[in-house]
């Protein structure tokens, strides 16, 4: 029986169709004080799978209300997919006094749950915050599938550690070079991009990362390449978060079009990991 978090109930779908199982009733309610209350009404069966994506601080606490929700119904084996994990970024105490909060919430889910699944988290190494055992799916492959056809394609990734993306995507294109920029981040929302050698004149450009949160590594690459005689420039990123005005930064900075997955559901999300989320839970 799946069961989906609120922030996740078309992918939830979509997986039900990949594995031909059912989707459980579920109730998203929130107290007059702010308090929320996720619940599964009549749920019925021996093994749940939740899928839900904590892209808020009320998902955390949803998803953790859920997994208690279906051992309190009587499952017996529990398996939670985290197709975007909230906080992942914040792996390190980056400053004295700071908590590692990966950590801190992966400790909070392992309590509830036998199994984790994530798809393309910031940094594998997460995996080890987890009390439980945990799966990583590579969703990247999956951004080749709604991007046009391509004029001397480039692929570009906005620094050195999401060059693995731009590969994998130009691999599963089929064609093209793979590159990346230097990066140098001055604050959450201010980052410095220098440009590749590669020579990127005339050509269509898809820039890919794992996740655009305020656009501005994304605004900063896109501006480049635009200025710098690029064709067309397209984005790919598996989670799309695009939080505050990070889609006009785009669009301000010449963006021909977002592609995004359905970690997070958002009008970008022009592309499913449910066929690689369902590969993975029945490995
Ligand atoms: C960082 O290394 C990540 O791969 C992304 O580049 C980053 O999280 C994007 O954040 P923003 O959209 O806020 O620049």
Do not use: W
Request: charged fraction near 25%; include cysteine.
């Amino acid at each position: 029986m799946l069961v989906p978090g609120a922030s996740s109930q078309a992918l939830a779908a979509a997986l039900a169709t990949e594995l031909g199982e059912s989707l459980a009733a579920v109730e998203y309610d929130t107290f007059p004080d702010g308090e929320t209350l996720a619940s599964v009404p009549g749920f019925d069966a021996e093994t749940a799978t939740i899928i839900a994506s904590t892209v808020s601080n009320d998902a955390y606490i949803e998803l953790l209300q859920l997994q208690d929700a279906v051992r309190e119904a009587g499952a017996e084996e529990v398996t939670t997919v985290i197709p975007y994990m909230g906080y992942a970024r914040q792996d390190k105490a980056f400053e004295a006094g700071h908590p590692i909060s990966a950590r801190a919430v992966a400790r909070a889910v392992s309590t509830t749950t036998d199994r984790v699944v994530l798809v393309n988290p910031h940094e594998d190494a997460i995996s080890e915050f987890f009390d439980v055992p945990v799966d990583i799916v590579d969703a990247a492959g999956c951004l080749a599938k709604p991007l046009p056809e391509l004029h001397d394609p480039l692929f570009l990734s906005p620094d050195s550690g999401a060059i693995d993306i731009a590969n994998t995507v130009c691999d599963a294109y089929g064609e093209g070079e793979t590159d990346y920029f230097e990066k140098k981040r001055r604050s959450g929302t201010d980052v410095e991009i220098t440009p590749s050698k590669t020579d990127f004149d005339g050509r269509d450009v898809v820039i890919t990362d794992d996740i655009i949160a305020t656009g501005s590594t994304m605004s900063e690459a896109v501006a480049v390449l635009a200025k710098g005689g690029a064709n067309r420039v397209f984005c790919a990123t598996v989670h799309p978060l695009l939080a505050r005005n990070a889609r006009t930064k785009l669009s301000r900075a010449g963006i021909e079009r977002v592609f995004g997955t359905d970690t997070i559901e958002r009008e970008v999300s022009s592309v499913s990991v449910a066929p690689v989320l369902a590969d993975a839970l029945e490995r």
